[in-house]
């Protein structure tokens, strides 16, 4: 969703060190570079000029709501460049002060406090307070809210004010990665109304950029807020981000010089843009995976046995080859990607094996298999391709996979959920509780197979609060086992993020990872040379 160096100081509680006493002074006070990212040469970061950008994943049902945004195009604009949060992370996936300039936590981290930067201000004038701050965590909480993390926010038993300058949450039980999981995308910071609600339909918040024309699934403008509290950062003086979902018109328009960088680039074509010169591509391995969710109480789903004779049917280094031309790696049926510091080395790569496919299709008690697999691109650029060669594979265990092509639009309203098997992706979460919680627990908010697994479920809660990392990383490990073994997801790999953009549009020496389009603070992090 890239990593960097430079930090001249940060006094950091960060998202696992071990506490002391029963109050700790926390992260975010940071020194060097922008509020905890590395700094920029002054020579590199230049100010002025209109960024373009041509970005797939747009919807006629988008919404200036963050809590429902959903695909790049809503999210960049929101959480790039309108709005702000209390944490954001660092390009190492590490909590740093945003709108919060320090935090801090009782030992068992059910309590903590945030202390708000004072001094900024929302594009209609007003001046940030602990209003706002707790109207916008309250809008992803309580039964009646629609925002897509109630799952991860439904552990917070109480917002409250700590005098003038600071909120104080206090958690059902403890969560070592509160500081992460408030970086959440969904979760900015918008101006408070009278009666505790939030004002998210005007667009305003304390962001680099100030919203000036939105017309969902089309496009959007906005221009550089000129009272932005945060130095070394909206660089740029205006944005455009036009909604192109169809790869071939996005790349035409890049070529043609009507957007200057696009997102979700046709792999089989780098080569050729490379050859039109005055452009380059923007390459980063991170955690962006696609994903085959079958729902379980839809036959013959429910049978650990068919799952896992699915699972062993595909041939996820040929998806990698001929899919992504070796721009991504291999998945293992969970959604940690190597890179990640939790993530289980020790668990075998799960390859493709038809002798297997088909003694679990016995244990099944069947012989044979025919299921139905929805693909569309608008899940990923390859979906249908992908799920062709599925099929393909799948012929040799006894598997006989029709595929359905779904239409692009109202994909993620109509399949997604619906189907009971159907192609889709995720980008990352810089810690597993977030991916874990949001997709795969009981209750999760975007959860797209109905799986229901106790172990699972309470490793969950008892990694939480604990901050011993290596007890840690073995219950991350174990839940990893579990999805890879008994889950109800197929993640057959991962995929680099590609974009391309005009040589002149330049990036950070190191992007975020976690998220694409630099960890989705593209509009406010690159800038024209």
Same mark, same amino acid.
């Given at each position: 969703?890239?990593?960097?160096?430079?930090?001249?100081?940060?006094?950091?509680?960060?998202?696992?060190?071990?506490?002391?006493?029963?109050? @700790?002074?926390?992260?975010?006070?940071?020194?060097?570079? =922008?509020?905890?990212?590395?700094?920029?040469?002054?020579?590199?970061?230049?100010?002025?000029? @209109?960024? @373009?950008?041509?970005?797939?994943?747009?919807?006629?049902?988008?919404?200036?709501?963050?809590?429902? $945004?959903?695909?790049?195009?809503?999210?960049?604009?929101?959480?790039?460049?309108?709005?702000?949060?209390?944490?954001?992370?660092?390009?190492?996936?590490?909590?740093?002060?945003?709108?919060?300039? !320090?935090?801090?936590?009782?030992? %068992?981290?059910?309590?903590?406090?945030?202390?708000?930067?004072?001094?900024?201000?929302?594009?209609?004038?007003?001046?940030?307070?602990?209003?706002?701050?707790?109207?916008?965590?309250?809008?992803?909480?309580?039964?009646?809210?629609?925002?897509?993390?109630?799952?991860?926010? !439904?552990?917070?038993?109480?917002?409250?004010?700590?005098?003038?300058?600071?909120?104080?949450?206090?958690?059902?039980?403890?969560? =070592? %990665?509160?500081?992460?999981?408030?970086?959440?995308?969904?979760?900015?910071?918008?101006?408070?109304?009278?009666?505790?609600?939030?004002?998210?339909?005007?667009?305003?918040?304390?962001?680099?950029?100030?919203?000036?024309?939105?017309?969902?699934?089309?496009?959007?403008?906005?221009?550089?807020?000129?009272? #932005?509290?945060?130095?070394?950062?909206?660089?740029?003086?205006?944005?455009?981000?036009?909604?192109?979902?169809?790869?071939?018109?996005?790349?035409?328009?890049?070529?043609?010089?009507?957007?200057?960088?696009?997102?979700?680039?046709?792999?089989?074509?780098?080569?050729?843009?490379?050859?039109?010169?005055?452009?380059?591509?923007?390459?980063?391995?991170? #955690?962006?995976?696609?994903?085959?969710?079958?729902?379980?109480? $839809?036959?013959?789903?429910?049978?650990?046995?068919?799952?896992?004779?699915?699972?062993?049917?595909?041939?996820?280094?040929?998806?990698?080859?001929?899919?992504?031309?070796?721009?991504?790696?291999?998945?293992? %049926?969970?959604?940690?990607?190597?890179?990640?510091? #939790?993530?289980?080395?020790?668990?075998?790569?799960?390859?493709?094996?038809?002798?297997?496919?088909?003694?679990?299709?016995?244990?099944?008690?069947?012989?044979?298999?025919?299921?139905?697999?929805?693909?569309?691109?608008?899940?990923?650029?390859?979906?249908?391709?992908?799920?062709?060669?599925?099929?393909?594979?799948?012929?040799?265990?006894?598997?006989?996979?029709?595929?359905?092509?779904?239409?692009?639009?109202?994909?993620?309203?109509?399949?997604? $959920?619906?189907?009971?098997?159907?192609?889709?992706?995720?980008?990352?979460?810089? @810690?597993?509780?977030?991916?874990?919680?949001?997709?795969?627990?009981?209750?999760?908010?975007?959860?797209?197979?109905?799986?229901?697994?106790?172990?699972?479920?309470?490793?969950?809660?008892?990694?939480?609060?604990?901050? %011993?990392?290596?007890?840690?990383?073995?219950?991350?490990?174990?839940?990893?086992?579990?999805?890879?073994?008994?889950?109800?997801?197929?993640?057959?790999?991962?995929?680099? #993020?590609?974009?391309?953009?005009?040589?002149?549009?330049?990036?950070?020496?190191?992007?975020?990872?976690?998220?694409?389009?630099?960890?989705?603070?593209?509009?406010?992090?690159?800038?024209?040379?």
């Amino acid at each position: 969703m890239n990593n960097g160096n430079g930090e001249a100081f940060r006094l950091a509680l960060t998202r696992r060190s071990a506490l002391k006493g029963m109050m @700790t002074l926390g992260a975010g006070v940071a020194l060097g570079g =922008a509020f905890g990212f590395p700094a920029l040469a002054a020579e590199e970061a230049v100010r002025g000029g @209109t960024l @373009t950008m041509g970005l797939a994943g747009a919807n006629t049902s988008d919404s200036l709501d963050p809590g429902l $945004a959903w695909d790049d195009f809503m999210i960049s604009l929101s959480y790039g460049g309108l709005r702000n949060n209390l944490i954001e992370l660092d390009p190492d996936g590490n909590p740093v002060a945003e709108l919060a300039e !320090s935090w801090e936590s009782t030992a %068992d981290s059910k309590t903590w406090i945030f202390r708000i930067r004072k001094g900024v201000e929302f594009h209609n004038g007003k001046t940030l307070g602990v209003d706002d701050v707790i109207a916008s965590i309250n809008h992803h909480r309580g039964e009646k809210t629609t925002s897509l993390v109630k799952s991860i926010f !439904s552990q917070i038993a109480d917002v409250t004010a700590d005098g003038t300058d600071a909120v104080k949450i206090t958690l059902q039980s403890g969560n =070592a %990665d509160l500081a992460v999981l408030l970086s959440d995308y969904h979760v900015a910071i918008m101006p408070a109304n009278a009666d505790g609600t939030v004002d998210w339909a005007s667009g305003v918040g304390t962001g680099g950029y100030k919203l000036e024309k939105f017309e969902p699934g089309v496009s959007a403008a906005a221009t550089r807020f000129a009272n #932005y509290w945060k130095s070394g950062r909206a660089h740029v003086d205006a944005v455009e981000v036009l909604a192109i979902n169809d790869v071939t018109a996005r790349q035409n328009a890049l070529v043609t010089g009507q957007v200057k960088c696009i997102n979700r680039v046709d792999l089989k074509t780098i080569n050729l843009l490379k050859r039109q010169g005055k452009l380059r591509i923007d390459e980063v391995k991170g #955690y962006q995976h696609a994903t085959l969710p079958m729902i379980v109480d $839809a036959k013959p789903f429910g049978d650990v046995n068919v799952r896992r004779a699915l699972k062993y049917a595909i041939d996820r280094q040929k998806w990698v080859d001929m899919l992504l031309n070796g721009h991504g790696t291999v998945g293992n %049926d969970h959604p940690i990607p190597a890179s990640q510091k #939790y993530f289980d080395a020790s668990l075998e790569q799960r390859t493709y094996d038809s002798d297997k496919a088909k003694a679990y299709l016995k244990k099944a008690g069947m012989d044979s298999l025919k299921v139905d697999l929805s693909a569309s691109e608008a899940a990923f650029a390859t979906a249908v391709d992908a799920a062709v060669l599925f099929r393909e594979t799948a012929a040799a265990a006894g598997i006989d996979i029709n595929v359905v092509r779904e239409p692009n639009d109202g994909y993620w309203s109509n399949v997604w $959920a619906k189907k009971p098997f159907c192609t889709t992706y995720w980008t990352g979460r810089s @810690t597993p509780d977030a991916v874990f919680s949001m997709i795969y627990a009981r209750g999760a908010s975007f959860g797209d197979t109905r799986w229901d697994n106790e172990r699972f479920n309470t490793l969950l809660l008892e990694a939480r609060p604990e901050k %011993d990392e290596a007890k840690r990383k073995e219950m991350y490990g174990e839940m990893q086992r579990v999805l890879n073994e008994d889950g109800a997801t197929i993640v057959p790999m991962f995929m680099n #993020y590609v974009n391309a953009m005009a040589e002149n549009v330049r990036t950070p020496e190191r992007q975020n990872a976690d998220l694409p389009l630099d960890g989705m603070k593209a509009i406010e992090r690159w800038w024209i040379a």
